[in-house]
């Protein structure tokens, strides 16, 4: 019978099933931050229990980590939790990316970056933005702590079989329009919580010409959908990007893998239970107004007003949402000026992010109301950026070059948006205070928060030519 | 982790949709390295305002709410970050039963490995007690044995719940122990997969 790519992977990896139970699936990665695991290593040790494969454990420092003045931590609490982190990896025998060691970076950066993440693996981590691993053809889903102590003690998880999805991107995309703009057209288009209790398949010709780095922008916030995962099934951009990867099989071993990992792309004919389709030309630059990833809109469009929708919850949702982001129903979206800029996160902070963005600033300043921050996603992207002069581009302008981390994704180190303040932000989430008490959030590509950056204001990047063109 | 089945509280109304785990606790009170002690945080930003002071107008600030054990909220509660303070803070507040019509898998996922219930009604059903909540206070009494929510006005409202999952909160079992029962089967699925 035709399987799709969820279903193949998913049966080989039941462990034990039974009717009436969820399935015990075998976990194949287990990513660790010092955020979600404190709790999960202390359970262990107050039960005397192991972790039963540290050898499928990788464990780094993201969430907390100072983006300057390294190794000082001014907080004490979150020093705590690093060192608290380096003790667990070393009692347990974790390996561990510390804060200063050269693999350090964001969870779902180094992951692919070092070859950990390969198709058809299981992959789990106490952070719902695992599904970024998905963009290789693995099941790769965010967990909580208890889940967490769970696969460190037996290398499993109790699962219930969830429901697949397809969304198909068809058609190409237009000029300026990036991975970014289309994840968030599928949110703003199919809502919130379209994907609950579903694993979401991308398919269609627009994934098919992506980058793995593209891919993983998409798959990254298939959460933001609520679905509790993403993936795409692997073709030979999968296959080039992991050979010659550290982790990954080398010689004949990587030949023999490459052809399994080619036999999970979804067979022809195999179904989904739900199908959702989108036209690529139908895209255009995006960027949110709202409290919620689902609150956007194309560039050239306005804040919604109340008569855009029909019911009265959603009526008062808006109204909600406004008063925090302090926003006028109607406004042009080229209206809405902003003091931050923050270029970072796991959904845009890799080298081909920092490139678009720096092909932008290149010969030109940052505006003066404008404070801009860059924050690669992992140090080895700090390192190539920087042997591309990526870092001088930045700072000639006007942006700061910082250490790599979650930085002012999530604001649980010192970098905060201010209350009352308005951020560009190349991250995943606009939730009410997620980068400062107060803070208001605007989500797009790096290119359209690097040009806002330049224009202190939102534009539509596709009128703004690169100044050396 | 206690064992749950028989629950009778006034309702908390938080008559919002898409509550995200960021407001539910906020990454500023994500350091600690215990699990306890969450419970102070639970929903902050919406419970002081920007000065800090108490913000009188948050239900949860209400005098008639104070030791709430059932609290009814609008859809996709719980979407967001995985991080599961957001049920320790929910649990150290004192809430044991969450009701709306819809939860994000992850947060759906954590309730059960701390013996918080949470309860799917349909969206009239919240509605309707969302708007009884709002009215005056409004008692119930959870029974988890037989599904039901039973409204002090004699409404009856009854649920659905994984039956595996409804063992695990009836008997307070720890979810780890149970699964080294299957240590055989792991072993073989890795001499397999070696
Ligand atoms: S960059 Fe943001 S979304 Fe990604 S793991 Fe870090 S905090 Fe989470």
């Keep these: 019978m035709a399987k799709t790519i969820i279903e193949k992977i998913w049966d080989q990896h039941i462990v034990y099933e039974e009717e009436g139970k969820p399935d015990l699936l075998y976990i194949d990665l287990h990513l660790i931050h010092e955020v979600t695991s404190p709790q999960a290593f202390e359970g262990l040790r107050l039960a005397g229990r192991k972790v039963r494969r540290p050898d499928l454990c990788f464990a780094t420092m993201d969430h907390n980590v100072p983006t300057k003045n390294l190794p000082v931590i001014q907080d004490p609490i979150a020093k705590k939790q690093i060192t608290t982190l380096e003790k667990n990896c070393e009692e347990f025998g974790i390996q561990l990316a510390h804060m200063e060691h050269p693999d350090q970076g964001i969870v779902h950066i180094i992951g692919p970056e070092l070859g950990l993440t390969q198709p058809g693996k299981t992959i789990v981590c106490g952070d719902s933005h695992t599904s970024t691993h998905g963009a290789f053809g693995a099941i790769a889903f965010g967990i909580g702590t208890s889940e967490v102590e769970h696969v460190l003690s037996t290398q499993t998880l109790w699962q219930s079989k969830p429901k697949t999805m397809e969304i198909k991107i068809s058609g190409q995309l237009g000029y300026g329009v990036t991975a970014k703009d289309v994840i968030l057209a599928i949110i703003a288009k199919f809502g919130i919580d379209v994907g609950t209790g579903h694993i979401v398949e991308y398919t269609g010709e627009a994934i098919r010409n992506m980058t793995m780095e593209e891919r993983m922008t998409i798959c ?39 052809q399994r990992w080619l036999d999970l792309a979804t067979d022809a004919g195999a179904t989904y239970d739900t199908v959702l389709e989108i036209d690529a030309n139908e895209i255009e630059p995006f960027v949110t107004w709202g409290t919620n990833p689902s609150m956007g809109t194309g560039i050239s469009k306005h804040v919604p007003r109340a008569e855009d929708y029909a019911s009265d919850s959603d009526k008062e949702a808006l109204k909600k949402a406004l008063a925090y982001m302090d926003l006028e129903e109607g406004a042009p979206m080229t209206s809405i000026a902003v003091q931050h800029v923050f270029i970072g996160s796991c959904t845009n902070a890799r080298l081909s992010d920092l490139r678009s963005a720096a092909k932008l600033v290149e010969g030109r300043k940052v505006h003066p109301s404008v404070t801009a921050i860059v924050v690669p996603g992992s140090r080895t992207v700090k390192q190539q950026a920087e042997a591309e002069g990526l870092d001088r ?25 201010p209350a009352g303040e308005r951020c560009a932000s190349t991250s995943n989430r606009n939730f009410e205070g997620r980068q400062g008490a107060g803070s208001r959030t605007h989500l797009m590509s790096p290119a359209m928060a690097a040009a806002a950056a330049i224009e202190g204001k939102f534009v539509d990047v596709r009128t703004l030519q690169p100044a050396h063109a | 982790m206690k064992p ?32 306890t002690g969450f419970g102070k945080y639970l929903f902050y930003h919406w419970r002081h305002r920007p000065d800090g002071s108490r913000n009188e107008d948050f239900v949860l600030n209400q005098p008639q709410f104070e030791n709430a054990k059932v609290l009814v909220a609008h859809e996709n509660f719980g979407c967001g970050s995985s991080r599961e303070h957001a049920p320790w803070a929910i649990m150290d507040y004192g809430f044991q039963v969450v009701i709306a019509p819809s939860f994000a898998d992850i947060f759906h996922n954590n309730c059960f490995k701390n013996g918080i219930l949470p309860i799917r009604l349909t969206v009239e059903e919240v509605e309707e007690l969302l708007a009884k909540g709002e009215q005056s206070t409004y008692e119930v009494k959870v029974n988890l044995e037989e599904q039901t929510v039973a409204g002090q006005d004699g409404a009856t409202y009854s649920f659905e719940i994984d039956p595996y999952y409804k063992q695990m909160l009836l008997n307070g079992w720890d979810e780890i122990s149970l699964t080294f029962q299957y240590e055989g089967h792991i072993q073989n699925y890795e001499k397999q997969h070696a």
């Design chain 1, 393 to 417: 581009i930045f700072i000639e302008a006007g942006f700061e070059w910082r250490e790599s981390g979650c930085s002012m994704c999530l604001a649980m180190n010192d970098d905060v948006v």
């Design chain 1, 220 to 258: 990254n916030m298939s959460i933001e959908a609520g679905a509790k995962a993403g993936l795409i099934s692997p073709d030979e951009t999968t296959i080039n990007y992991l050979r010659g990867k550290r982790f990954a099989p080398e010689g004949a071993e990587f030949d023999k893998a490459a």
């Design chain 2, 4 to 35: 749950i089945n028989i629950v009778e509280s006034i309702i908390v109304p938080l008559n919002r949709k898409n509550v995200d785990t960021d407001q539910i606790i906020s990454k500023e009170f994500l350091k600690r390295i215990e699990r």
